[in-house]
């Protein structure tokens, strides 16, 4: 019988009666804790504890022993968000992450932006470390920094013209207008820009009936048309 049964941290050799020890322990009955340090003269190299017989090491050190310097980072080197320079012990973060160990999510702007004080090179905001860019600035890109024609529904001049990408300016279709060809003609035409209205209308997309002060007339004998005023309004568009 081996002394002590190896006391549980060994293999007793029966036709020996010898113990051999496993990893951590030493001694004829395998009951003296062995520093698993390089050289037994340090435990865990000086980069970590031991527990449960193996060395856990601090972040940034890799090894049995904790020997090998890696970078900081959560559970992996760098997070899993960056690439680590072993030769200086430091991580390089991918945009949107900063830290020693590329833990802390960061705006992803340009790399001065650090606490997200110019995100999104000031064209959108930073949401769940991605840039919504404004679409009615007309920049695009995973940074906003893509300059293309204002718009919505993430197309240049909303899909109702074409992008003069050299002017940053929208060339609306017929029945649009506005600065994203989002605004419609109502009762009128484009031209130049603007909306060009019927007789009757007012307003940027000729949506005002007589100013909203009276009723379009048609006057089927000579295909004119003429507002009717509600009384304490005037003029053609009953705008006085």
Partial sequence: KCPNDCSGNGICNSALLTCFCNPGWRGLDCSELDCPGVGC????????????????????????YCENPGCPGNGEDC??????????????????????????????????????????????????????????????????????????????????????????????????????????????????????CDPCFTGSGCQSECSGFGECIDNKCDSTFECTCVPGWSGAACDI
Wanted: hydrophobic share 15%; with cysteine.
């Fill in 79 to 196: 997070s899993g968000h960056g690439e680590c320079n072993s030769a200086l012990h430091t991580c390089i973060c991918q945009n949107g992450w900063t830290g020693d160990g590329c833990h802390i999510p960061d705006c992803p702007g340009n790399p001065n932006c650090r606490g997200c004080n110019v995100e999104c090179n000031g064209y959108g905001t930073c949401l769940e470390n991605k840039c919504r860019c404004d679409e009615l600035t007309g920049w695009r890109g995973s940074l906003c920094e893509v300059p293309g024609c204002p718009g919505s529904k993430g197309k240049d001049c909303s899909g109702n013209g074409k992008c003069d990408s050299a002017n940053h300016i929208c060339i609306c279709d017929p029945g649009w207008m506005g600065p994203a060809c989002n605004d419609p003609c109502v009762h009128g035409y484009p031209k130049d820009g603007i909306c060009v």
């Fill in 41 to 64: 003269d340090s435990e865990c190299s000086e980069h970590g504890t031991i527990v449960n017989s193996k060395c856990q090491c601090d972040i940034g050190w890799r090894g049995t």
